[in-house]
């Protein structure tokens, strides 16, 4: 019996040794999208707001890299990050948007209440074009070169501490 009480002891200091490795790793949290160096997929949307045109893919393509945020009125990480979109519009960023299941009352809305950067505002009822760039939630945001490739994918509400990386990879895709 001794035997198998070593044996045991080994495995579980085998397992904690392992724990403590898997802590001691840096942890990345990019996502790598499966969609990044790939064109946009082709779409049209009609306008989500009475003052903004609608989008479509070929909107993406016309030799001006954008950002691409995909938002949603209901969503509340989408409030807290209007003040950096804002940011993002005057350090020069053309920013266009999706608005997912939305109406269009509640988009305007939420522009007239948060402020509105995009030069253009697509109404993705069934989330066609979400999941068709890959995009599961809102808030997301995409960076698109010229040429309609998506070129970096960010999840989630922009913060502070995201700006100089959207803008830097703005600038990379041909800003």
């Not at 997929?41 to 009609?46: H, I, K, R, S």
């Amino acid at each position: 019996m001794t035997w198998l009480r070593w044996v045991l002891l080994a495995l579980v200091a085998g397992l904690f040794g392992l724990f403590a490795w898997q802590l001691s790793q840096p942890k990345d949290e990019f996502v790598h999208s499966a969609m990044i160096g790939e064109p946009i997929p082709a779409f049209e949307l009609p306008a989500a707001v009475a003052d903004r045109p609608g989008l479509s893919s070929v909107n993406l393509a016309d030799g001006q890299p954008k950002l691409l945020n995909i938002f949603a009125s209901w969503c509340v990480p989408c409030r807290a990050e209007a003040p950096q979109l804002a940011q993002l519009e005057a350090s020069g960023a053309n920013i266009v948007a999706v608005a997912i299941r939305d109406r269009p009352e509640d988009v305007a809305a939420f522009l007239e209440a948060y402020g509105n950067p995009f030069s253009r505002i697509g109404k993705d009822d069934i989330s066609a074009v979400q999941l068709s760039i890959g995009s599961s939630g809102v808030p997301e945001t995409f960076v698109i070169d010229g040429q309609g490739v998506i070129r970096y994918q960010h999840i989630g509400d922009i913060r502070d501490n995201d700006i100089p990386k959207l803008l830097e990879e703005l600038r990379k895709a041909g800003a």
